[in-house]
């Protein structure tokens, strides 16, 4: 399709928009607005890293409409905001996109690929989409210096990260332990706790209660033939790994007798969980869980016992054994808990405290180890594992019952692989270290959070219950672990920086193919390093080898505060000082505990204190259903076809208002739409009307912010109501945006600018038409000077329109863009006027008489159509339900002309609030006819083509009763209609009926 046809399905405001982005460009305007604010006060803004490796959707404007906005908006009220983009580079999605492309199955299959080859390929993939993430967000205005983004991949930003890493070690914050992981079988590597909470997702699993048959003559009662401990797991696959069983000190458990089969057997639970038992029983016995220690029973399975080590085999004598546990509860399952030592952490804790043996049945891939009889080199989480391990277990008499449970499980949030718990090695953070956590959480109560209940909500919920920060990655392109291990004294050791590197290993550096320094693998696992322990006479004796980890890619990007600016090794007295910590940021709820939290956790650990002031959290984007957009589901919507539909002002302003900023948005096209109608449909109408009469020569000498008359002669009686009210609520809305956006609140001034928009196009100008019309140079300048505030008001929010504005209005002495001008100030109104609005917070009086107005007018109006009789029909009166109202002269006038009558008598003996006179006599009946004529006669300059300026003479064939009507209104209808003369004869002009009265007239230019 050519641009021309492609052009044609764009709407006016798109177009007008791709204008905009062109003026911006050839006048290098978001350069401009940096270099004039250089020397100013420095408003901070940190920009999360963007991921290039997808396609941007329509989601992604949430995020980056809310940074924008806050950095627009201090940039007019005189700061300077650094405006540094970045690219967040490394890690799975990227690891995994390539995967996909060459077919890879498996971490074995990259390392038979070759670690250079793979990780070359995942480079060269980061940048796939960049041109498209670049154009999307260069055409949604948002403003980034993208020439000087920093890159988490870069040499420079890696080297900072292992400055982090090596303060963390000097603190005793960085270990190596053996602890059970959510573990991605698919990915082969751990996932930290904060990447753990952002991929739960809903299944339906096969849970299970198990009888553990009871050796006989294991409990100091003697022999117990045909006994069993209950237990329940919704996890079956684990049950092969059995080492023990778990019961809490003081919780009561029973043994019943049941009858099942004919045979006799007795069940082992808590009392509380009685409920369960499907059949007739009898308690035969009554036990704390104290009295079940040591209670010995047979292993479900014989898999552990014939393939454990040899080492491992002595702690046998602990294991299939009942313990206590301070873990164990009745909420859920029978009160007694099956323990796989190494699938559970809580398992993993109590094998380590009673001795329990430590052995895998399962392997790194998620797959059942030789050795396990039917399960072997079966997945674990596949269904049809825990179907058929059900049936082994019905088949020998050991299943009490199955069914389905409707749980929360965790996935591997890039990949979406169910994840499982698994005992293994990796490196952490010591995050729960009371110095640290501490600091966490009294930092956290200096952050603004909006809105307000994240802070102590979900944030401060997580920091109370921090878990170390798992930081090891068992991958491949990523930042590598600067941690190196001594293979004869196996001291570690962690480097922080390229010269320690260079001095530490005899001046090897890691050279990639091209003989570049490159800090990734597989280079950097080639640098070996002498070990500080090593003698004078054995300088090369003993040798570090680095671990094979790289780094949580959330690491990368909570330290880019430091790593952006290649801190401390440049840029230090910035970092050090007004750079840091953020005044601002903004992303979606599930930063809460990624991004958000690794910001805060490496500001903590640097000693720097929170990295951010205030946050924005915002709620997801879901269809018009509420339902999270997914392909499968058929419910994504096209970013560009919105932005071509409306424009991205309207989608933007839609963002900020249509609900609250942490609230989830759930897109309906319908009131896209509706608001793009009430702010762009009314404004750029009002904008139309001015230019029809405009005069440059009257902007020209408008060199201050008020209107001509006013300066004349002060806001005073001589002024126009309609004048003073606009003007006031200009104020108003002006001050509402500066209390809501200091404060980091959208929705408050983006409704105020829809609401004052709708003021201004319905109430101002259709009561200033007329006068507009006839030349009123005052109400010119005030509509002039209105429209350029509300551009300058609405330039963080809609940049495109208030810029678009801008330029049809800006004269000689104006910015060349609305976002190179500062932010409209308060007017100094006189109290008369503004009453004590600003000093003790009451509302202007102007604004509230003309509030008291507008509630008259809707009543006459409700009042008018129960009647039937048309507003063009004069009446003679209106009365007011009321005896305090106070309106002056000039207020009344509005009411009389709008409502067309001739009083306005305020009465508090009439019925309802308000009560019309609907008595028309021979006077009003023909000036009602009059204004119908004029309408009729405006409606065929419109048909003609006629521009508002032309002026016309009119010939009137009609009957003597129509001829005295025009006779008695000719000057009127010559002032309104622009008409230069009127002639009574027959013509072949257009037929107008007026009632009873009927009219052929002809226009004439």
Not at 509 to 531: A, F, G, M, S, T
Request: charged letters at 30%.
């Amino acid at each position: 399709m050519s641009e021309e046809n492609l052009d044609k399905k764009k709407s006016e405001a798109a177009l007008r928009e791709e204008r905009i982005l062109e003026f911006w460009k050839e006048n290098k305007t978001f350069e401009k607005s940096l270099e004039q604010s250089k020397g100013k006060k420095d408003f901070i803004f940190y920009d999360g890293p963007v991921t290039a490796n997808s396609k941007p959707v329509l989601h992604t404007m949430v995020p980056f409409s809310f940074k924008d906005v806050i950095p627009r908006y201090k940039t007019m009220r005189g700061y300077h905001v650094r405006r540094k983009g970045g690219w967040d580079t490394h890690g799975l999605p990227v690891e995994l996109q390539i995967e996909k492309k060459l077919g890879f199955n498996s971490k074995a299959d990259i390392e038979n690929y070759g670690i250079a080859a793979f990780n070359k390929l995942c480079k060269d993939s980061v940048w796939e989409y960049v041109g498209a993430w670049k154009s999307f967000t260069e055409r949604m205005g948002y403003w980034a210096d993208q020439e000087n983004a920093y890159v988490t991949y870069h040499n420079e930003y890696i080297e900072s990260l292992w400055n982090v890493v090596k303060k963390i070690n000097d603190q005793k914050l960085l270990y190596k332990d053996y602890k059970v992981v959510p573990w991605c079988p698919r990915c082969g590597t751990a996932l930290s706790s904060h990447e753990l909470a952002q991929g739960y997702e809903d299944v339906k699993d096969l849970s299970v209660y198990v009888k553990f048959p009871v050796k006989d003559g294991s409990a100091s009662g003697g022999k117990v033939s045909n006994t069993y401990i209950l237990a329940w797991t919704t996890t079956p696959w684990t049950l092969p790994g059995n080492v023990a069983l778990a019961v809490g000190e003081n919780i009561d458990y029973v043994k019943i007798k049941v009858t099942n089969g004919g045979k006799e057997e007795f069940y082992i639970l808590a009392k509380t969980k009685l409920s369960m038992i499907t059949e007739p029983y009898e308690i035969a016995e009554e036990i704390k869980g104290a009295g079940l220690v040591g209670l010995e029973y047979e292993p479900l399975f014989p898999f552990l016992k014939n393939t454990i080590s040899e080492r491992e085999k002595l702690k046998l004598d602990k294991a299939y054994r009942v313990h206590l546990a301070n873990f164990v509860t009745t909420a859920d399952g029978t009160g007694v808990v099956h323990t796989a030592v190494m699938y559970g952490q809580d398992d993993f804790e109590l094998g380590t405290k009673v001795g329990l043996p430590k052995h895998h049945l399962v392997g790194l891939d998620g797959k059942f180890l030789p050795g396990t009889g039917f399960l072997e080199g079966r997945f674990v989480k596949d269904e049809q594992v825990a179907v058929d391990i059900i049936k082994d277990l019905a088949h020998r008499g050991l299943l009490y019952k199955k069914e389905k449970y409707e749980h929360s499980y965790p996935h591997c949030w890039r990949c979406k692989t169910p994840l499982i718990y698994y005992a293994r090695d990796s490196w952490y953070i010591k995050m729960s270290d009371p110095r640290i956590k501490e600091k966490l959480i009294a930092e956290n109560k200096n952050i603004n959070w909006e809105p307000a209940h994240i802070r102590d909500g979900r944030f401060g919920e997580w920091l109370r219950e921090i878990k170390d920060w798992a930081i090891s990655r068992e991958r491949y392109w990523g930042t590598p672990l600067p941690v190196w291990q001594c293979a004869s004294c196996k001291k570690t050791e962690v480097i922080g920086s390229i010269d320690e590197l260079k001095k530490r290993s005899g001046g090897q550096l890691p050279k990639n193919e091209k003989d570049e320094l490159d800090l990734h693998r597989p280079y950097i696992d080639e640098v070996e390093l002498v070990c500080s322990h090593a003698t004078a006479g054995q300088a090369y004796g003993g040798k570090l080898i680095r671990t094979k980890e790289v780094m949580d890619v959330w690491f990368d990007s909570g330290a880019m505060p430091f790593a952006q600016d290649h801190y401390p090794f440049q840029n230090k007295e910035w970092v050090e000082g007004k750079g840091y910590p953020a005044d601002y940021i903004s992303e979606a709820i599930d930063q809460t505990r990624g991004w958000f939290y690794t910001l805060h956790a490496v500001g903590i650990l640097m000693g720097r204190g929170t990295a951010f002031k205030n946050v924005i959290c915002l709620g997801h984007l879901m269809d018009a259903n509420g339902k999270k957009m997914s392909k499968s589901l058929g419910n994504i919507v096209d970013p560009w076809q919105m932005i071509e539909k409306y424009g991205v002002d309207t989608l933007r302003l839609w963002m900020y208002s249509v609900n609250q900023p942490g609230e989830s948005k759930n897109f309906d096209e319908k009131t896209v739409a509706l608001l793009h109608n009430q702010v762009f449909g009314l404004l750029y109408n009002v904008l139309a009307f001015y230019e029809l009469y405009r005069d440059k020569n009257l902007e020209k000498i408008h060199l201050t912010p008020w209107p001509l008359s006013l300066i004349r002669r002060g806001v005073g009686e001589k002024s126009n109501i309609l004048d003073q009210w606009i003007l006031a609520r200009l104020d108003e809305l002006t001050d509402l945006s500066i209390k809501n956006l200091d404060n980091y609140k959208l929705l408050e001034p983006v409704r105020g600018i829809r609401d004052f928009i709708g003021d201004l196009s319905t109430w101002y100008l259709r009561r200033s038409r007329d006068r507009i019309k006839a030349g009123d140079n005052e109400a010119k300048a005030t509509l002039y000077f209105v429209l350029k505030t509300l551009a300058k008001l609405m330039a963080p929010f809609a940049p495109f329109a208030a810029e678009d504005i801008w330029l049809k209005l800006k004269n000689e002495d104006d910015k060349e863009s609305v976002h190179l001008e500062s932010w409209p100030h308060l007017t100094p109104w006189p109290l008369s006027i503004y009453y004590k609005w600003r000093g003790v917070g009451e509302r202007s009086l102007v604004i509230k008489n003309m509030e008291s107005v507008r509630k008259i007018v809707t009543l006459g109006l409700e009042a008018r159509q129960k009647t039937g009789i048309k507003v063009r029909q004069p009446l003679a009166s209106l009365k007011v339900k009321s005896e305090k109202e106070k309106l002056t002269q000039e207020y009344l006038d509005l009411i009389k002309e709008e409502l067309n009558v001739k009083e306005v008598v305020f009465d508090n003996s009439i019925e309802g609030e308000v009560w019309l006179d609907i008595r028309i006599d021979e006077e009003l009946k023909a000036e009602g006819d009059y204004r119908e004529l004029v309408r009729a006669l405006q409606d065929m300059r419109k048909k003609n083509g006629l521009t508002p300026s032309d002026v016309i003479s009119l010939t009137i064939e009609t009957n003597k009763a129509g001829k005295e009507l025009v006779q008695k209104f000719e000057a009127d209808m010559k002032k309104t209609v622009l008409v230069s003369s009127i002639e009574f004869a027959e013509n072949a002009g257009e037929k107008i009926k007026i009632d009873n009265l009927h009219f052929r007239i002809k226009i004439d230019k």
